[in-house]
Nanobody, 127 residues
Framework: VQLAESGGGLVQAGGSLRLSCRIS????????VGWFRQAPGNEEREGVA?????????VYGDSVKGRFTISRDNTRRTVYLQMNSLKAEDTAVYYC????????????????????WGQGIQVTVSP
């Protein structure tokens, strides 16, 4: 399984960006894809949002609730992260990740629940 992120870049505070995560390789109907981010100087990756690819159940990190929306298009095997009302503190490298083993739950916001990862993409929000 391979994951590839796209759509990052530089945006002013208050603006919007949409990230895409294209999934290729052998998958199955029921699995979870999540977005994580790692800010400069942070050792850990923060869980942003996750979605179940079968029933579209979602879970969000507290810092992005009401601003970010995760969605999926199974025909394109792509997961999106719509980011609105961006803040300087949203600046980070954003990663998408997939888990094929666990039943969907809030614990998918923990990075070590996912075994497949993309390379990451930079999002920079200027004040």
């Amino acid at each position: 399984v391979q994951l590839a992120e796209s759509g990052g870049g530089l945006v002013q505070a208050g603006g919007s960006l949409r990230l895409s995560c294209r999934i290729s390789g052998r998958t199955k109907n029921d699995y979870t894809v999540g977005w994580f981010r790692q800010a400069p100087g942070n050792e850990e990756r923060e869980g942003v949002a996750c979605i179940n690819m079968n029933d579209r159940s979602t879970v969000y990190g507290d810092s992005v609730k009401g601003r970010f929306t995760i969605s999926r298009d199974n025909t394109r095997r792509t997961v999106y992260l719509q980011m609105n009302s961006l803040k300087a503190e949203d600046t980070a490298v954003y990663y998408c990740a997939a888990d094929f083993d666990l039943i969907f739950g809030a614990y998918h916001l923990i990075s070590d629940r996912h075994e497949y990862w993309g390379q990451g993409i930079q999002v920079t929000v200027s004040p």
